[in-house]
């Protein structure tokens, strides 16, 4: 396949992209780290002002967040060196900052796919199975969180790969840097690195030859990893021993302090007592059938050959991996530990599947093995085709699906669970669909100042922010008693919500995926 026709596939998924995310809402956490980025780049601006003023440092120092909000702090250097002032160009500036860094992470899988498998043909069908996943490309649009995370970690897969590939000092430090961001981004990008540690370690343990050299490269990259977390989080810049253990200790306590109301199997559950099988449920209804039987046979068959590695240890064989092997085990055992951590240590849990969103490149990756492997096997030939014609049937199912639904296709269950799943599982539990509505409201309402309230969990605040000045302006939330309209996308609160008086309000408008509502509005009747 033609590089230029790769080029041009990349470049029409980046504009084509671009042209239509505007359409996208805000997520509850768009408040959160915009405010605690916000801090952050005050506090950064301050202390690299060599004429700041100390005691002003010393208050902004009060401001900053335990958490690293290393995006957002890159979005509003970005938003102050090209003069964009306004909340909702900033919060559009992160999304699409969020999609470009999407769509490079996906450019940096087809390399690692291609030089790993040699197949350009496999490693264009597993950008296909990204793009093809809805939950996945169209949170691009917006979820900063999980989906900037997930290209993080595909960065660091990348980097990793070209370092064993060509152990340089340049490549050294790169891959330092990425494991630096990864922890930096979110407390689980700890377990990548230490994996890596351990892998590299083990089988180092044999090359006595090279001992030296594997020893001053681990040296290097652990000190220019610590070197780059203590960089990209300012909160340590002062006592960081004691403020990354109290840090670390926090953001686990505070995740599983917070309780949440999920919707799941048809009944309402809080998030503390949700099964332990509550994300994985959640990945294989809303994952096309195709993309979990090629990760199934994929996992199994890379599984087959590690235990088959490890049980001749057994037998006085000594464990040598080359770096394609070092490679396929790290991508496994991440995957394994990973997904048993957060199965059975996370307490609370919501939100899907999205904490897990950056373990989707493991999942193409071992589909990818799968492939490949069928591919080198001439049996497999027809095999191959019959995953092509597959995959063709389900492109074009999801693409009707996607433009018919747009811009709600976050909202996806595959085509076996979703006559149940839509009406017994969440459906827009961050109210990305607030945005649309109550830009349809502000249309159709010509007064100079609505009322609108909120019911149940979702809040509006985050979505006005993402509008226009003179929109936002005409909007005042207040409580049920006062409000003109009520929105409610069916997300639940613990303590209770508001029964909505039919005499008071009337249904006023709908938005609706696969037949079902996924966001009502009420107005007060005159």
């Known amino acids: 396949m033609r590089n230029y026709l790769i080029t041009i596939y990349f470049a029409a998924l980046l504009a084509s992209g671009l042209l239509i995310i505007g359409d996208y809402g805000a997520t509850l956490d768009d408040e959160i780290y915009y405010n605690n980025g916000l801090n952050t780049y005050i506090y950064v601006k301050a202390v690299l002002n060599v004429f700041g003023d100390t005691d002003n440092i010393a208050k902004l120092k009060q401001s900053l967040d335990l958490h690293p909000v290393v995006f957002e702090t890159f979005v509003l250097f970005i938003c102050d060196l ?16 969020n999609y470009v860094l999407f769509i490079i992470s996906l450019i940096c899988l087809y390399k690692v796919i291609n030089i790993r498998f040699n197949n350009k043909k496999i490693a264009l069908i597993s950008s296909l199975l990204v793009i093809f996943t809805p939950r996945i490309f169209f949170e691009s649009f917006y979820n900063t969180r999980d989906i900037y995370f997930m290209s993080l970690f595909i960065f ?40 890596y540690l351990i ?50 200790n926090e953001i686990l306590k505070s995740h599983e302090e917070l309780v949440i109301i999920n919707y799941y199997f048809g009944e309402h559950i809080s998030s503390k007592l949700t099964p332990w099988h509550y994300r994985i449920i959640w990945f294989l209804i809303t994952t096309p059938v195709i993309i979990i039987l090629l990760f199934l046979f994929g996992i199994m068959l890379i599984t087959k050959k590690y235990l088959i590695k490890f049980y001749n240890i057994d037998k006085k064989k000594k464990f040598k991996i080359n770096k394609n092997e070092f490679y396929d085990l790290f991508i496994l055992l991440n995957f394994i530990i990973i997904l048993f951590s957060t199965v059975y240590l996370n307490t609370s849990k919501f939100g899907g599947w999205r904490h897990l969103y950056f373990l989707y490149p493991l999942i193409i990756y071992f589909s990818a093995y799968f492939m490949q492997k069928i591919i080198i096997n001439k049996i497999g030939i027809n095999f191959f085709k019959l995953i092509i014609i597959c995959l063709g049937l389900n492109i074009s199912y999801i693409g009707i699906w996607v433009i018919k639904n747009h811009p709600n296709q976050y909202i996806y269950f595959n085509v076996l669970t979703k006559n ?25 309402d010509k007064s100079d100042k609505i009322t609108i309230f909120a019911r149940g969990f979702t809040e509006l605040k985050p979505t006005l922010m993402l509008l226009k000045k003179e929109l936002r302006e005409r909007v005042i939330l207040t409580n049920y008693e006062n409000s003109e309209y009520i929105l409610d996308n069916n997300m639940r609160r613990i303590r209770g919500n508001i029964i909505i008086d039919k005499n008071k309000y009337k249904p006023y408008m709908e938005t609706k995926v696969d037949g079902v509502i996924i966001n009502r509005v009420y107005k007060k009747v005159n």
């Open 82 to 97: 090209l003069k964009i002032n306004e909340i909702n160009e900033i919060l559009y500036t992160s999304h699409i900052i």
């Open 156 to 195: 660091y897969l990348y980097f990793l790969y070209n370092y064993l590939n060509n152990k340089n000092i340049k490549n050294l430090i790169i891959f330092s840097l990425l494991s630096a961001l990864l922890i930096n981004s979110k407390i689980l990008g700890i377990i990548p690195v230490f994996i």
């Open 199 to 248: 892998i590299y370690v083990f089988n180092c343990i044999d090359e006595k030859r090279k001992i030296r050299t594997n020893i001053n490269n681990l040296l290097i990259f652990i000190i220019f990893k610590l070197v780059f977390i203590y960089i990209f989080w300012p909160y340590l810049w002062e006592n960081p021993i004691f403020k990354i253990y109290y840090a670390f």
């Open 420 to 444: 149940y799943t839509i009406n017994n599982f969440d459906l827009d539990w961050w109210g990305v669909s607030h945005f649309n509505t109550i830009k349809k409201i502000l249309n159709d």
